[in-house]
């Protein structure tokens, strides 16, 4: 993990995110790049930002950054100001450096969007060329990281590429970190019939398979099936489990009504996100 990228808008939840990814990156040893956008206040519908910012303004906003990054202790600090619209313009920062991960808020400055998290942190969510770490926005969240270290690991998982690929990342995670993972997969009640023992056995032996295939050696790891909502049940155990992180993925083009989408809004611990083209 050489780089990561923070968005910064100078709001508490952009703080929260920033701090927590400068922990990461000590923890790692790797470099931060913290990136403003200016961008006018658009009514709805507008599709056009300002454009007209100076070089002056934007030198200003850019040592603004580089200030808050100093100030949570950023290792190999890097700031980056430009002018645009907030979401491309991450998400080509991202490609060029290239990010190996993305650190941010799940609301921002411009709020919330379609219910479901910030309309910047959405589309991130949708494009980011990296994975997505969403901090949420409770200020209780300020005291609960740990050198960037995390102990406790949830991972969904439903034997989708994306969820098989969130699996061998939180596997490796897990490993770096010493950390327990927890892996559940979880039946809708609506795909079938009510589940009989032979069935559940069926499903255990498939999801200890998909666990176990390819962890590391002396990694512990637990797995639960469950039956309910997805999103509803994974919540629920990372709260019970006290998890301090949850792993998922998701498609690209995914509704703002999906399980990954759902989780990042309502969940009180960070949450990886990890995407895969359909």
Same mark, same amino acid.
């Given at each position: 993990?050489?780089?990561?990228?923070?968005?910064?808008?100078?709001?508490?939840?952009?703080?929260?995110?920033?701090?927590?990814?400068?922990?990461?990156?000590?923890?790692? =040893?790797?470099?931060?790049?913290?990136?403003?956008? $200016?961008?006018?206040? /658009?009514?709805?519908?507008?599709?056009?930002?300002?454009?007209?910012?100076?070089?002056?303004? !934007? $030198?200003?906003?850019?040592?603004?950054?580089?200030?808050?990054?100093?100030?949570?202790?950023?290792?190999?600090?890097?700031?980056?100001?430009?002018?645009?619209?907030?979401? !491309?313009?991450?998400?080509?920062?991202?490609?060029?450096?290239?990010?190996?991960?993305?650190?941010?808020?799940?609301? =921002?400055?411009?709020?919330?969007?379609?219910?479901?998290?910030?309309?910047?942190?959405?589309?991130?969510?949708?494009?980011?060329?990296?994975?997505?770490?969403?901090?949420?926005?409770?200020?209780?969240?300020?005291?609960?990281?740990?050198?960037?270290?995390?102990?406790?690991?949830?991972? =969904?998982?439903?034997?989708?590429?994306?969820? /098989?690929?969130?699996?061998?990342?939180?596997?490796?995670?897990?490993?770096?970190?010493?950390?327990?993972? !927890?892996?559940?997969?979880?039946?809708?009640?609506?795909?079938?019939?009510?589940?009989?023992?032979?069935?559940?056995?069926?499903?255990?032996?498939?999801?200890?398979?998909?666990?176990?295939?390819?962890?590391?050696?002396?990694?512990?790891?637990?797995?639960? !099936?469950?039956?309910?909502?997805?999103?509803?049940?994974?919540?629920?155990?990372?709260?019970?489990?006290?998890?301090?992180?949850? +792993?998922?993925g998701g498609h690209r083009g995914n509704p703002?009504?999906?399980?990954?989408?759902?989780? +990042?809004?309502?969940?009180?611990?960070?949450?990886?996100?990890?995407?895969?083209?359909?």
């Open positions: 993990m050489k780089n990561i990228l923070c968005p910064i808008d100078f709001t508490t939840f952009s703080h929260h995110a920033l701090r927590r990814a400068a922990e990461i990156a000590r923890a790692y =040893g790797s470099a931060v790049t913290g990136i403003y956008v $200016a961008e006018a206040h /658009l009514p709805v519908g507008a599709e056009a930002a300002r454009t007209d910012w100076t070089n002056d303004e !934007l $030198a200003r906003m850019q040592a603004q950054v580089l200030k808050a990054l100093q100030e949570v202790g950023a290792p190999s600090p890097r700031a980056v100001a430009v002018a645009g619209t907030a979401a !491309l313009e991450i998400v080509k920062l991202a490609t060029s450096l290239p990010a190996d991960l993305i650190v941010m808020p799940a609301h =921002g400055r411009t709020g919330c969007a379609e219910g479901a998290c910030g309309s910047v942190t959405h589309h991130i969510l949708c494009h980011a060329p990296a994975p997505v770490l969403v901090i949420p926005d409770a200020p209780d969240s300020e005291g609960e990281a740990s050198n960037g270290a995390f102990h406790r690991i949830l991972c =969904g998982v439903n034997f989708s590429p994306a969820s /098989l690929k969130a699996l061998r990342y939180a596997g490796d995670l897990a490993g770096v970190n010493s950390a327990n993972l !927890l892996v559940a997969h979880v039946r809708r009640t609506d795909e079938a019939s009510p589940a009989t023992a032979d069935d559940s056995d069926v499903w255990r032996r498939r999801l200890h398979e998909a666990t176990h295939s390819d962890m590391r050696p002396g990694l512990h790891v637990d797995d639960r !099936l469950k039956v309910g909502d997805p999103a509803a049940e994974l919540l629920h155990l990372a709260n019970d489990e006290r998890c301090d992180l949850i +792993v998922i703002p009504a999906c399980v990954m989408n759902e989780i +990042v809004m309502r969940s009180h611990c960070p949450v990886l996100t990890l995407r895969v083209a359909r």
